[in-house]
């Protein structure tokens, strides 16, 4: 399993970023994928998912964040909108729900002014 993020950066709070995450070395197309993260000092948690019938989101983002796929390019997407600063942290593409399953190396987000 190979999964490589990129997107992320710097923005101001109430920007926007597109995180994307090319995934490898496994059915795709068949797996429920989803996005994680983590807050300086803080533990991985859950962000959204999406199992190409039906997107899921945390409480915390849902109305902001929007999950997507392409599946003809074993691509997995998050739309970041309305950032906040709590939303500051390294963002991981992963399969299956929850925290289990595999973790890619992460792409950093930095809400600041």
């Known amino acids: 399993v190979q999964l490589v993020e990129s997107g992320g950066g710097l923005v101001q709070p109430g920007g926007s970023l597109r995180l994307s995450c090319v995934a490898s070395?496994?059915?795709?197309?068949?797996?429920?994928m989803s996005w994680g993260r983590q807050a300086p000092g803080g533990q991985r948690e859950w962000v959204a998912g999406d199992n190409n019938y039906r997107t899921d989101y945390a409480d915390s983002v849902k109305g902001r964040f929007t999950v997507s796929r392409d599946n003809a390019k074993n691509t997995l997407y998050l739309q970041m909108n309305r950032l906040k600063v709590e939303d500051t942290g390294v963002y991981y593409c992963?399969?299956?729900?929850?925290?289990?399953?595999?973790w890619g190396q992460g792409t950093q987000v930095t809400v600041s002014s």
């Open positions: 070395g496994f059915p795709f197309t068949t797996y429920y």
């Open positions: 992963k399969t299956g729900t929850g925290i289990s399953g595999n």
